[in-house]
């Protein structure tokens, strides 16, 4: 598509990749069959192709309102459009710029403005989550219907392996997760231990910078961002054979490092290196001999939820499911897999009514086939249903790790 951008914003690297972008897009219109808020909402202005219309129009000048602020608002950035584009248009990054532009041109109300400086302030921090995800549980009757189903009951701490390990891997704890479901990234040391591998956590490690991105904070997405190079930096010196990544929305994040650093030569090397060696979990998984655990198929229906981060971001569908078939567990039918949960991160805080619906419209697509459990890959995608589920939603690892610990037969 031919554009008209400003020249003060083609100064600047941001302005100079979205003409790269919005050049790419030939307006075919397919992106909107795959747009989960489109399919809801049934307006041009709330699909990728008129989103990136609106950005397209702002960057050269015309005007803005609050109204344009809305439709890109609404955008879960689940990145079903990427797999559907037949141009390759990287529609989120495009979509990161818009916002960051338009946050300038449109004042929020204090309300919104407040809110997501709180959510930007408290998440990123473990301590701060963890903290209050203890105060809140206390007094969970006392609170809204709503947030009381926000909240994940305490669960216990998955026994410790004791198979001897021979290899050093980093599992990155994040924010959110590490606080309210601390359970996933013990099965995953617990799983790992079966095949030689240590899974080392370090203090100083934070969160990936996600929600600040993605809520027009770059500066402090990059600060967190080199917080966490600079925390894995001697561990990976050392040798540590591979970053591993249980929240796939945290793994995109990562993954996408090396374009926070473009002007900074020593931390966009070392970004391209955490890159090399960041591994959602079902890679380092799938790599390992699997079918030597022996587990046993007690008949339990699982179906298979797929993050949008993972099957969109990630691109790892495959190997997500693979795991499964070559553990020989039961699993079933599912529908509508390509579309977004209505997670996203702070989506369903900020935007809780599409959220959703969206999320019932996904449960109604998950339990089609009346399964016993629901597993997925990401930990916003997993509270997020099993607030409103009746059946149960775990991480995958989890059931692994389960099934592991209850064997009767001795470890290999």
Partial sequence: MKTSIHDDILQIQAGQKAEEILRKCVHCGFCNATCPTYQELNDERDGPRGRIYLIK???????????????????????????????????????????????????????????????????????????????????????PTFYQAKLPGKKRTKAVSDHTTTRTMIGFQGCVQSALTPETLNAAKFVLRHFGINLVRLKKEGCCGALNLHLSERDRAIKQAKDNIDAWWPAIENGAEAIVISASGCGVSIKEYPHLFLGDKDYNFKARKVVSLAKDLSEIVANED????????????????????????????????????????????????????????????????????????????????????????????????????????????EVIAERLESKKTPDH
């Fill in 57 to 143: 129009s702002m960057l050269e000048g015309n005007e803005v309102s609050e109204k344009t602020q809305r439709h890109l608002d609404q955008c879960l950035t689940c990145r079903s459009c990427e797999t559907t584009c037949p141009s390759g248009v990287e529609y989120s990054k495009l979509l990161d710029i818009g916002r960051e532009h338009l946050e300038k041109r449109i004042p929020r109300p204090i309300k919104e403005r407040f809110t997501r400086f709180l959510l930007t302030r408290l998440l990123p921090h473990r301590t701060l989550v963890t903290v209050g995800y203890h105060t809140l549980l206390k007094i969970k009757p006392l609170l």
């Fill in 290 to 397: 699997i079918e030597s655990l022996s587990l046993q198929d007690d008949d339990q229906r699982i179906a298979i939820h797929c993050p949008c981060t993972l099957q969109h971001g990630l691109k790892l569908n495959s190997v997500y499911v693979s795991v499964f078939n070559r553990l020989g567990l039961t699993t079933v039918n599912t529908a509508e897999d390509h579309l977004c949960c209505g997670s996203a991160g702070s989506y369903s805080l900020l935007q809780p009514d599409l959220s959703n619906r969206l999320k019932q419209r996904k449960l109604k697509a998950l339990t089609q086939d009346t399964p016993d459990l629901i597993v997925t890959a990401n930990i916003g995608c997993q509270l997020h249903l099993d607030a409103d589920s009746e059946t149960p939603v775990k991480h995958w690892i």
